[in-house]
């Protein structure tokens, strides 16, 4: 007999699902549905954070005496910088807020799951949009440095059967990306909800009011699936997109003179 | 209700893709702007501090060259000055002994005539005395006046007979 109420929060997780996100509001806007979901306000959330956190660290910047802030933000500025202009060279380097907004997105994103809310990029969509710039921008570069003719020619390359197969890859690149970031963070949160889940329920095949093993393990394993997965799913994430659009064009020495 | 747990949903493409523009700007706008200006200036900054720095250095190697030719010549006419210096202080002191020399010579001359000359006066004297003693021994002797004038060749017989002053 249960001489104190344990309460609901602390007896750990009665049930596990595996589902998408929380559909908030739909719109009907001529005829099609527009879904408000739960990750916008969170990637509102995420926006805001970043945005703030990048306005904070810009405050009274100075050429001389620089504050720790300061430092921050410029260290921050030129190691991206740098990555772009590594990876994908000089003219890319317009480019360079790009990669680090969905750099930062993708982590912040991933790493607000630790909140107990669910990850923006275990939303297969999310991905699938930044997925879609790079298509985008693989395109484009494709037609701009060869031409619209080119750019068809390049699927009947080397030979006229390799059609379907070369517009597959067109279209796996993109669909592998989102696919693995997807797959890597959705996945983690998963094993983590089974690992809570399971080890909840042993807690309680034993007879223990509250799940005091999910106390330990879980935060080792997350140390793995949360943290890590998370920087390096976002990091992958955008080598590979500056990769792909840098091999799209000619390489920076034999590009012509733009801008 | 819920969306499945791989749907691909085209309101939160929109959203996300929207969110996507909006951090992308805000970055290049509260970030990348105002630090990538901050690093421009420093660059300037710093360019400008070399270029100050290797105009400084040109100018002290001008100054140095230019001070150590000074200084060449400098050592040059102060040595050429000792060597005119001691060259004159050399011929005057020459010049000094010569003079003390010739005066101590003419001086020894001067003295040696007037010694001799006051010999002679000496001489003299003495021989005018000495005649008159003889003229009066003489007359003493004699017995009578012997004019001096009239026997002046015997006298100067007798005292060179007598014997030299000297």
Redesign the interface.
């Known amino acids: 007999m249960a001489i104190l109420a344990i309460p609901k929060v602390l007896q750990g997780p009665e049930e596990l699902s595996v589902d998408g996100p929380k559909v908030i509001k739909t719109f009907d806007i001529f005829g099609f549905q527009i879904n408000f979901t739960e990750t916008v306000v969170l990637e509102w959330i995420v926006i805001g954070v970043i945005l703030l956190a990048a306005f904070l660290l810009t405050r009274n910047l100075k050429v001389r005496n620089v504050s720790k802030r300061q430092a921050i933000a410029e260290m921050a500025v030129e190691a991206i910088t740098n990555l772009v202009r590594d990876t994908m060279g000089k003219r890319w380097l317009w480019f360079t807020p790009y990669i680090a907004s969905v750099f930062c997105f993708s982590i912040f994103g991933s790493l607000i799951s630790l909140f107990g809310v669910r990850a923006v990029t275990s939303d297969f969509s999310v991905l699938l949009s930044w997925a879609a710039v790079t298509f985008i921008l693989i395109t484009a570069t494709k037609i701009r440095y060869g031409g619209i003719g080119g750019y068809l020619k390049g699927f009947v390359d080397p030979i006229p059967v390799m059609l379907p197969i070369n517009i597959l890859s067109e279209v796996s690149t993109p669909a592998a990306m989102a696919l693995r970031h997807f797959g890597n963070i959705a996945g983690g949160s998963i094993i983590m909800g089974l690992i809570y889940y399971g080890l909840a329920n042993l807690s309680h095949m034993i007879h223990l009011q509250v799940p005091v093993l999910t106390v330990g393990l879980p935060a080792v394993l997350s140390l793995y699936f949360d943290l890590f997965s998370d920087f390096m799913q976002a990091f992958i994430f955008i080598m590979l997109t500056m990769v792909f659009i840098s091999n799209a064009g000619p390489a920076d020495d034999e590009a012509p003179q733009t801008n | 209700?819920?969306?499945?747990?791989?749907?691909?949903?085209?309101?939160?493409?929109?959203?996300?893709?929207a969110?996507?523009l909006?951090?992308?700007l805000?970055?290049?706008h509260?970030?990348?702007k105002?630090?990538?200006?901050?690093?421009e200036?420093?660059q300037t900054?710093v360019d400008q501090t070399l270029r100050d720095a290797e105009d400084a250095r040109d100018r002290a190697e001008t100054a140095e060259t230019e001070y150590r030719e000074k200084l060449d010549k400098a050592k040059e006419e102060s040595a050429e000055l000792m060597r005119n210096a001691t060259r004159k202080a050399q011929k005057r002191s020459d010049e000094i002994i010569a003079k003390a020399k010739a005066d101590a010579a003419g001086i020894m001359q001067q003295n040696a005539e007037e010694l001799e000359r006051e010999k002679r006066r000496a001489e003299h004297e003495l021989r005018g005395e000495v005649s008159g003693l003889a003229v009066m021994v003489a007359e003493k002797v004699v017995g009578r006046e012997i004019n001096p004038e009239d026997h002046a060749r015997l006298i100067d017989e007798f005292i060179d007979s007598v014997g030299d002053v000297q």
């Open positions: 209700m819920k969306l499945g747990f791989l749907s691909i949903d085209p309101g939160t493409i929109l959203f996300t893709l969110n996507t909006i951090l992308f805000g970055l290049k509260f970030l990348f105002p630090v990538n200006k901050i690093l200036e420093r900054a």
